[in-house]
C-alpha cells in the first residue's frame, strides 16, 4: 500500500452476538477495511483518513492513509489530531451533567436564571421555558448559529464571548421551546458558559481539569493548537471544486464557540473516551460522572414531531439496523470532518477523521461496521492451494475501477473498491480445485466458476469469470 496501516493490540475478541466463550479472528476483516479505506481516500482525493475501531477498553485497530500535511509531505497517523469541531459538544454536555451530579443545577433550570445576561428576544408567547435541557436536546427553539458570520470564508471570523453576548440582542427564537429539533451551535456555546459561571473557572480550565486531564486525553484540547499546525495537526483542506482539486483552508480558532465547535484530538483519543462510557456504564462507582448520570444521557430525551430523529442528553441517539442502541456525534469545521459512534449492545465503537470538507466520515464508520459484521455469518473452510497466490488487486476498467481479492476464513472474498457500501460488493467464492473456484450465492448454493491463470513462473496473473478475463495489477 502506498501508506503505513498502523495496527494496534490483538485482533481477536467476541462480539456479544454470538457465545461469549467463542473468539472470533478479524484479522481478515482488518485486511479489508484497510485495503477499502485506502483505495476511498484515492477515488474521494482525501488528503488523509484516519480510524479506529474499539471493543470496550482495547483498541483493536486503527490505520492511518494519505497526507496530513500534503505541502509538506507529512504522512497522516493514527494519532494526528484533527478538529472535531461538534463532538466538542460531548465535553460539553458531559461538563453540565457534571454540574448536574455534584448539585450545582438541575436541567428544568431557565437559562436566564443562570446567566442573567441571556437576553434573547422570545418571539412566541405561548413559549415554554428555555431550559438546560432544551439547550442539551437542541429543542431550545434558539437559532443554529450567533449572528456573526463566523463559518464564512475566508476569515472564518469567529466571535469571543463578549461579541456572542452582544449579538443575542440583534436575535430572537426561531421555534417555541420544546417544540421542534433546531440544531444549535449558539445552545451548546451558552452551555459553556453555564459551566464556567457555575463553577467560578473559565470553560476551558474547567473542562481540562476536571474531565480531560483525569480520562488522561492527553491529546484532546479545547483548541486547535497553532503551534502544532502541519505538524501533529493536520491542514485542513476545502471541498473538491469543479477542477477537482481541494484548497487549504485556513485554521481557524473558535473563541467564543470553543464549547460547540472547538476542540482538537485524534481517534486513539476518542477511542479511549468511548472506553470510559462503555467502562462507566458497566460500573456501580462515579467516574467523572455517575453510571445512572450518563445511562441518562444515551437514553432519548427529544423526539422530533415526525419520529425521524431522537436525541439524548448531549448525544444523538438512533437504533441500528440490528435493532440495537447507537449514541454519537458527528463534526464539521473548516477543512476536518469527524464521527465517534457507539454502540452500546456490542460495546463497540468507531471513529474517524478526515482533513477535508465535502465528504462523510459517518459512510465510513458504518461500512467499518458492516465488513465486521461479515465476519459472524461465513463458515470456515480450508482449502488445499495456497490462497495467498490469488490475493491483490484486479483490474476491472472499463466496467468499474479495480477489484480486490483478499482471504477470508478459508475463502476467497472480492470487494468492489469503487464501492461505497464494501459489505454489499463483497463476494465470496469457495475452492474446488486447482485453481478453479466457485462463487457462494446468498442463500449458500456455488454458483458461476472463476478459474486463475499463472504465468511460466507460476505466478497468477488473471482471472476468468463468465468467459472474461481481469488482469491482476499487483
Given amino acids: 500500500m502506498k501508506n503505513a496501516i498502523l495496527i494496534s493490540g490483538f485482533l481477536i475478541f467476541s462480539?456479544?452476538?454470538?457465545?461469549?466463550?467463542?473468539?472470533?479472528?478479524?484479522?481478515?476483516?482488518?485486511?479489508?477495511?484497510?485495503?477499502?479505506?485506502?483505495?476511498?481516500?484515492?477515488?474521494?482525493?482525501?488528503?488523509?483518513?484516519?480510524?479506529?475501531?474499539?471493543?470496550?477498553?482495547?483498541?483493536?485497530?486503527?490505520?492511518?492513509?494519505?497526507?496530513?500535511?500534503?505541502?509538506?509531505?507529512?504522512d497522516a497517523k493514527a494519532n494526528t489530531l484533527c478538529s472535531i469541531c461538534s463532538i466538542s459538544k460531548l465535553f460539553t454536555s458531559v461538563a453540565i451533567m457534571k454540574l448536574y451530579d455534584e448539585g450545582k443545577l438541575r436541567l428544568d433550570d431557565e437559562l436566564k436564571d443562570v446567566l442573567p445576561w441571556f437576553k434573547l428576544k422570545q418571539q412566541f408567547s405561548d413559549s415554554g421555558p428555555i431550559t438546560i435541557r432544551s439547550l442539551l436536546t437542541h429543542s431550545s427553539g434558539l437559532p443554529r448559529q450567533s449572528d456573526i458570520p463566523y463559518w464564512s470564508a475566508p476569515d472564518f471570523s469567529f466571535p469571543t464571548v463578549e461579541e456572542m453576548k452582544k449579538a443575542l440582542m440583534r436575535h430572537e427564537t426561531l421555534y417555541p421551546a420544546s417544540s421542534n429539533f433546531q440544531y444549535s451551535n449558539l445552545a451548546l456555546s451558552l452551555l459553556g458558559e453555564v459551566v464556567a459561571e457555575i463553577s467560578g473557572m473559565s470553560y476551558e480550565d474547567y473542562v481540562t481539569e476536571y474531565i480531560l486531564n483525569p480520562l488522561k486525553l492527553n491529546d484532546t484540547r479545547p483548541n486547535l493548537p497553532k503551534t502544532l499546525y502541519g505538524n501533529d495537526l493536520a491542514i485542513g483542506y476545502s471541498a473538491l471544486n469543479r477542477s477537482l482539486n481541494r484548497e487549504e483552508v485556513p485554521l481557524f480558532d473558535a473563541k467564543g464557540i470553543t464549547p460547540a465547535a472547538g476542540y482538537s484530538s485524534?481517534?486513539?483519543?476518542?477511542?479511549?473516551?468511548?472506553?470510559?462510557?462503555?467502562?462507566?456504564?458497566?460500573?456501580?462507582?462515579?467516574?467523572?460522572?455517575?453510571?445512572?448520570?450518563?445511562?441518562?444521557?444515551?437514553?432519548?430525551?427529544?423526539?422530533?414531531?415526525?419520529?425521524?430523529?431522537?436525541?439524548?442528553?448531549?448525544?444523538?441517539?438512533?437504533?441500528?439496523?440490528?435493532?440495537?442502541?447507537?449514541?454519537?456525534?458527528?463534526?464539521?469545521?473548516?477543512?476536518?470532518?469527524?464521527?465517534?459512534?457507539?454502540?452500546?449492545?456490542?460495546?463497540?465503537a468507531y471513529s474517524v477523521m478526515i482533513n477535508a470538507g465535502g465528504t462523510s466520515p459517518r459512510k465510513y464508520t458504518s461500512a467499518m461496521y458492516s465488513i465486521m459484521l461479515k465476519t459472524e455469518t461465513i463458515t470456515k473452510d480450508n482449502p488445499k492451494v495456497n490462497l495467498q497466490d490469488y490475493t491483490g488487486f484486479y483490474d476491472d476498467q472499463p466496467w468499474a475501477s479495480e477489484s480486490y481479492l483478499g482471504t477470508w476464513n478459508g475463502k476467497l472474498v472480492s470487494l468492489s473498491l469503487s464501492s461505497d457500501n464494501p459489505a454489499r460488493a463483497m463476494t465470496f467464492y469457495k475452492h474446488i480445485e486447482g485453481d478453479t473456484f466457485k462463487r457462494i450465492k446468498d442463500n449458500g448454493d456455488l454458483g458461476e466458476i472463476s478459474s486463475f491463470e499463472r504465468d511460466e513462473n507460476g505466478k497468477v496473473i488473471r482471472v476468468k469469470s463468465h468467459q472474461n478475463y481481469s488482469v491482476k495489477m499487483k
Wanted: positive net charge; glycine residues 10%; hydrophobic residues 35%.
Fill in 266 to 348: 485524534n481517534v486513539l483519543d476518542l477511542g479511549r473516551f468511548a472506553s470510559w462510557q462503555f467502562r462507566l456504564r458497566d460500573s456501580k462507582e462515579k467516574e467523572i460522572l455517575k453510571p445512572s448520570t450518563l445511562k441518562n444521557m444515551h437514553n432519548v430525551h427529544w423526539t422530533d414531531p415526525d419520529f425521524k430523529l431522537t436525541w439524548g442528553l448531549g448525544f444523538s441517539v438512533y437504533k441500528g439496523s440490528d435493532g440495537s442502541k447507537w449514541v454519537g456525534h458527528g463534526g464539521s469545521c473548516p477543512g476536518y470532518r469527524s464521527t465517534l459512534q457507539l454502540n452500546l449492545k456490542s460495546k463497540m
Fill in 15 to 74: 462480539l456479544c452476538t454470538f457465545s461469549q466463550n467463542e473468539e472470533k479472528n478479524y484479522d481478515e476483516a482488518y485486511k479489508l477495511i484497510a485495503v477499502w479505506l485506502e483505495a476511498q481516500k484515492d477515488f474521494e482525493r482525501l488528503p488523509s483518513i484516519t480510524a479506529v475501531i474499539v471493543k470496550d477498553q482495547d483498541i483493536l485497530w486503527s490505520g492511518a492513509f494519505g497526507k496530513s500535511n500534503i505541502e509538506g509531505g507529512r
